[in-house]
Nanobody, 121 residues
């Protein structure tokens, strides 16, 4: 059993910053990619940023230069530093991880329960 728990969401004003955290726990042999996705009301879930265990990162064009994803592989955690937040960043942010529970099993995706980020004046 593996679970992801996000934290750090909240209400901020435009231009302010937030840092999201996500911790993976349970039976984990290795983690490949970890990332953040978001879903605004009435919209589909979209990729925000991903990071491989080798350190490669990928960002949505809408957040490049403002958001930074990072990982602590010793703690099975991933972070999203969000700066210069805009009202259009308002969404539920979900953590995702591609995990292998044992050396002889394949990777599978796990999702967190989501954390709400609201950017409003």
């Amino acid at each position: 059993q593996v679970q992801l728990v996000e934290s750090g969401g909240g209400l901020v004003q435009p231009g302010e910053s937030l840092r999201l955290s996500c911790a993976a726990s349970g039976t984990i042999f290795s983690i490949n990619a970890m990332g953040w996705y978001r879903q605004a009301p009435g919209e589909q879930r979209e990729l925000v940023a991903t990071a491989t265990n080798g350190g490669s990162t990928n960002y949505a064009d809408s957040v490049k230069g403002r958001f930074t994803i990072s990982r602590d592989n010793t703690k099975n955690m991933v972070y999203l530093q969000m700066n210069s937040l805009k009202p259009e960043d308002t969404a539920v942010y979900y953590c995702n991880a591609n995990i292998r529970s044992n050396f002889d099993t394949g990777y599978f995706d796990v999702w967190g329960q989501g954390t709400l980020v609201t950017v409003s004046s």
